[in-house]
Nanobody, 120 residues
């Protein structure tokens, strides 16, 4: 059994910063790509950023230069540093991870989501 637990969401003013964290736990053999998605009301879930086990990252155009994704491989944790936040960044942010478990199964896991609200 694998769980992804997110933390760090909240309310912030435009121009402010937040840092999201997501830790994977359970019977984990290896964690490959980890990433963050977001879903705003009335919109489809979209990729924000992801990062490979080797550290190669990929960003949505809308967040390039403002958000930074990183990970701690021994801790199976991924972070999203969000700077210069805009009202249009308001969404529920979901952690995602491609995980191989101890029994050799490989699945895509999702966190429960954390709300990020950017408003004055």
């Amino acid at each position: 059994q694998v769980q992804l637990v997110e933390s760090g969401g909240g309310l912030v003013q435009p121009g402010g910063s937040l840092r999201l964290s997501c830790a994977a736990s359970g019977y984990i053999f290896s964690v490959y790509v980890m990433g963050w998605y977001r879903q705003a009301p009335g919109k489809q879930r979209e990729l924000v950023a992801n990062i490979t086990k080797g550290g190669t990252s990929n960003y949505a155009d809308s967040v390039k230069g403002r958000f930074t994704i990183s990970r701690d491989n021994p801790m199976n944790t991924v972070y999203l540093q969000m700077n210069s936040l805009k009202p249009e960044d308001t969404a529920v942010y979901y952690c995602n991870a491609d995980i191989v478990t101890d029994d050799g199964s490989q699945y895509d896991y999702w966190g429960q989501g954390t709300q990020v609200t950017v408003s004055s």
